[in-house]
């Protein structure tokens, strides 16, 4: 069999296995996310594996790049990844992915020994100030509010009353000018009408 009739064999598998697992993520019909351990928990993490070309016959690609870890140090990372990357050595030539998730799940408390939640407040900042140094600048120009100047803060805090909050009725049309108009438009109009 063909790398691509693998592949397809496989996915169907994986899809029939793993149908109502919330736990698992097809991200596309070669990448698929699974999270090791239930949502809360300290020592829960996610792989992902993806497949090359040429998968099965060559290793998938395996990731923990995902912001589900943001938590889990890199050595520990490091250390989950290349005791995987034993077991694809392993599994060479066959469908894979199934068991590698499966493998995870078994030695979780093995993989997740050493591990000490790091900050996601310093990870975050720092996966950000990584990824995107130069667009950092140029986000806070367009978040730039429009200054006004004394006397328009003056005209609208004469407008608004404590709460800054308009008067009831600030819109309302002025009822006696109004009435006022009507008058004098129906005389008007009413001396232009033929007298019968």
Same mark, same amino acid.
């Given at each position: 069999? =063909?790398?691509?009739?693998d ?17 698992f993520?097809?991200?596309s019909?070669v ?26 016959? &060559? ?9 589900f870890?943001? &938590?889990i140090?890199?050595? /520990? ?12 050595? /392993? ?5 894979? &992915? ?36 130069? &667009? ?27 709460? =800054?909050?308009?008067p ?6 002025d /009822? /006696?000018?109004?009435?006022s108009?009507f ?9 232009l009408?033929?007298?019968?």
């Amino acid at each position: 069999m =063909g790398a691509n009739e693998d592949q397809e064999m496989e996915l169907e598998a994986l899809r029939s296995i793993y149908e109502g697992d919330e736990s698992f993520r097809e991200l596309s019909p070669v990448s698929f996310q699974y999270r090791i351990g239930e949502n809360g928990d300290p020592k829960a993490f996610l792989i992902e594996i993806s497949w090359t070309e040429t998968y099965p016959q &060559t290793p998938p690609i395996i990731s923990m790049n995902a912001f589900f870890n943001n &938590t889990i140090s890199s050595d /520990v990372k490091q250390s989950i990844l290349a005791k995987l990357q034993e077991a694809v050595e /392993v599994h060479l030539g066959t469908a894979m &992915t199934y068991t590698l998730f499966e493998y995870a799940k078994d030695n979780k408390e093995q993989f997740m020994e050493n591990h000490h939640p790091v900050h996601s407040a310093t990870s975050i900042s720092n996966i950000i100030s990584a990824e995107t140094p130069n &667009t950092a600048p140029s986000s806070k120009k367009k978040d730039k509010k429009e200054q006004l100047s004394k006397a328009q803060k003056r005209k609208l805090a004469d407008k608004t009353d404590h709460k =800054g909050e308009l008067p009831r009725g600030w819109n309302w049309v002025d /009822v /006696v000018k109004h009435v006022s108009i009507f008058e004098i438009s129906f005389t008007f109009f009413s001396s232009l009408a033929p007298q019968f």
